[in-house]
């Protein structure tokens, strides 16, 4: 595995594989990988012939400084996970390398941008247009690779996708979870041995709703249960949970209103804010 960390050496090495017919995946992470990140890059590797990683925390879709701050960067780690799981190249650049100067681009990203993490992370979305269409302008890939966990920004990459005309299938991977449920995340690392104790009990609540619902009850009842089973937790707070339209975000109050649903649920566990969701039908 190369380890590049220029645009222009990047772009050089995937003109390379062009030329020799290959087809480019990219999974795009912010390190501080595990076997989530793993998954994609394992399905990149499976169909296609040359799989670059980005390895790069974008500062600009982050709200919080504090969050940019202690976010978990493992670099060597990363590297010998990636080397494992036989990528072509880890793209690792540093913020200079990414912004040369502040992009002050504003992406018009429309309804699926405005609920759920948009009012909650106002900027956030924008960065993640930024830095994704960047890496999708330095490497031209065929397809690229993104986990469910982060549902909605599937939908936001996709409108960037739609606005830039980029030719690139967007790939969505089902989420990977520990055995006890808990979704994998960078930001795991950050609870206490208590806290990942309790942490499996969003997906169990998850569950438990998912469950309530197919036994007739309504979105609002399903709301409620999945809120307060989860706010009884000790250092659990949910900040918000949706039940959306799967195919345009939007949350619905009748579960007629969508052919597909999920629920989209951010809890703060102590100071860690994690993310989930589940698919009701
Ligand atoms: O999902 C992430 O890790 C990030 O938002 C992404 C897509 C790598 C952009 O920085």
Redesign the pocket.
């Known amino acids: 595995m190369e380890i590049i960390r220029t645009v222009d050496e990047l772009r050089q090495r995937v003109a390379e594989f062009k030329e020799q017919g290959k087809t480019v995946g990219l999974v ?3 390190g501080a990988l595990h076997a989530g990140h793993i998954s994609l890059v394992d399905k990149a590797r499976n169909e296609c012939q040359a799989v670059v990683v ?1 390895v ?1 925390v ?1 500062p600009t ?1 982050f709200n919080n400084p504090t969050d940019l701050i202690t976010y978990p960067r493992t670099e060597e780690a990363d590297c010998a996970l990636l080397e494992k799981a036989q990528a072509d190249i880890a793209f690792i650049p540093s913020v200079e390398e990414m912004y040369p100067e502040p992009d002050t681009r504003t992406f018009d990203l429309g309804p699926v941008a405005e609920v759920m993490e948009g009012p909650m992370r106002p900027g956030h979305f924008n960065g ?1 247009a930024q ?2 269409s960047k890496l999708f302008d330095f490497t031209r890939p065929h397809r690229a690779y ?2 469910e966990k ?1 549902f909605q ?1 599937i939908a936001v ?1 996709k409108r960037m996708v739609e606005i830039e005309g980029f030719d690139i299938d967007i790939v969505s991977c089902p989420i990977m979870r520990h055995d006890d449920g808990l979704a994998m995340s960078s930001r795991n690392v950050r609870l206490t041995p208590e806290q990942r104790n309790l942490a499996p009990g969003i997906y169990k609540a998850l569950q438990l709703g998912k469950t309530f619902a197919a036994e007739g009850n309504t979105v609002a009842a399903t709301k409620a249960l999945v809120t307060e089973t989860i706010n009884a937790i000790p250092f659990m707070e949910v900040e918000y949970f949706e039940i959306i339209n799967a195919a345009t975000m939007q949350p619905i109050s009748d579960w007629a209103d969508a052919p597909h649903a999920a629920g989209c649920i951010t809890v703060y566990c102590g100071d860690v804010r994690l993310i989930d969701n589940i698919i009701f039908f």
Do not use: A, K, R, W
Request: overall charge negative; hydrophobic content about 45%.
């Open positions: 795009p992470t912010m980005s790069f974008n879709q993640v830095v994704v993104f986990g982060d920004q990459i």
